[in-house]
């Protein structure tokens, strides 16, 4: 008895592969959905004969017995059966677990807890994405893994630091996956932490000393 997973996106298509591939001299093969309800059967030799069902006008039926699934929806998620009969009346099960999800949506971030004093600005970011189930990640700008694998992380940058309000120094970028698709949001610094960027120091009083020429 084998298993395998297949992930697939509302609207989109699938391809249920038989494993191991079905021998030549097999009597019968038969495609079922949700273990007991039939989809299609196929006798050797002749046609292929499909059940009434809701699947019916999205499936296209391949000879090397793989099952083209069109138009997908939540609801096709199910597990799908592949039962062989061979020349000897003996059978065998195949057993494939669909799972059908929505393409991942654009995520917001955005920044709370933000505190500007003794030379530092600290900041938790939130990343938030109106989908489930997913997975987070973090990376500093557009490279780094930094921080957990969820919509938080924690920000601290020094008053000293090169980075400025105006430069791209200094991006998160919030990385957001399901099994079938991707999306990211990207904050700079200095949308949070503002003119404690902009030099001078917010902390820090610069005398300017030169002369006017008229």
């Not at 998160?172 to 990211?184: A, G, I, Y």
Request: proline share 5%; charged share 20%.
């Amino acid at each position: 008895m084998d298993s395998s997973q297949v992930n697939g996106m509302v609207y989109g298509t699938v391809y249920l592969n038989p494993q191991p591939p079905v021998l030549k001299t097999y009597n019968q093969i038969t495609w079922q959905f949700n273990k007991t309800q039939k989809i299609l059967t196929k006798e050797r030799y002749k046609k292929v004969v499909f059940f009434n069902t809701s699947l019916e006008n999205k499936l296209h039926y391949y000879e090397n017995h793989t099952l083209e699934i069109n138009q997908l929806q939540k609801q096709d998620s199910s597990t799908y059966l592949l039962v062989v009969e061979d020349s000897q009346g003996r059978e065998s099960t195949s057993f494939i677990q669909l799972s059908v999800y929505e393409p991942v949506p654009k995520p917001s971030v955005n920044a709370t807890n933000t505190n500007k004093k003794n030379g530092l600005c600290t900041a938790t970011l939130e990343c938030t994405v109106d989908a489930t189930p997913v997975t987070y990640k973090w990376l500093k700008d557009g490279k780094d893994d930094v921080g957990e694998n969820t919509g938080k992380l924690n920000v601290e940058l020094k008053s000293d630091s090169n980075a400025s309000y105006e430069s791209k120094d200094m991006l998160h970028t919030c990385l957001v996956r399901n099994p079938v698709s991707q999306r990211s949001k990207t904050i700079s610094i200095g949308d949070y932490c503002g003119k404690f960027l902009s030099p001078p120091p917010w902390d820090k009083a610069v005398k300017l000393k030169g002369t006017i020429v008229q």
